[in-house]
Nanobody
Framework: QVQLVESGGGLVQPGGSLRLSCAVSGRFYSIDVMGWFRQAPGKQRESVAY???????NYSDSVKGRFSISRDNAKNTVHLQMNSLKFEDTAVYYC???????????????WGQGTQVIVSS
């Protein structure tokens, strides 16, 4: 199976920075899109940013210009650099990867367990 493990969450003051990382391991043939989602208390999970296998990126309007997503295909890792953090960025952040576990055409979505980010003064 495929496992995703996030790291880098924590407590930070407004205006501060954090860097989240996610490592993908297990048995898979290929990874395509990798991304980050977040879920704040009482709210639905929302997409934050994603990056394709070719390196194209997309950001939600709420984080554009503050967050930066990157990946290392050789290490099967994806990172989220979060700058100028705001109170409203407080949430559990989840890593997601679209991967094929066989050489066939089927892609599956895999999730990490989440890492807490708290922005507080």
């Amino acid at each position: 199976q495929v496992q995703l493990v996030e790291s880098g969450g924590g407590l930070v003051q407004p205006g501060g920075s954090l860097r989240l990382s996610c490592a993908v391991s297990g048995r898979f043939y290929s990874i395509d899109v990798m991304g980050w989602f977040r879920q704040a208390p009482g709210k639905q999970r929302e997409s934050v940013a994603y990056i394709t296998g070719g390196g194209s990126t997309n950001y939600s309007d709420s984080v554009k210009g503050r967050f930066s997503i990157s990946r290392d295909n050789a290490k099967n890792t994806v990172h989220l650099q979060m700058n100028s953090l705001k109170f409203e960025d407080t949430a559990v952040y989840y890593c997601n990867a679209e991967a094929k576990v066989t050489m066939g055409p089927v892609w599956s979505s895999f999730w990490g367990q989440g890492t807490q980010v708290i922005v507080s003064s």
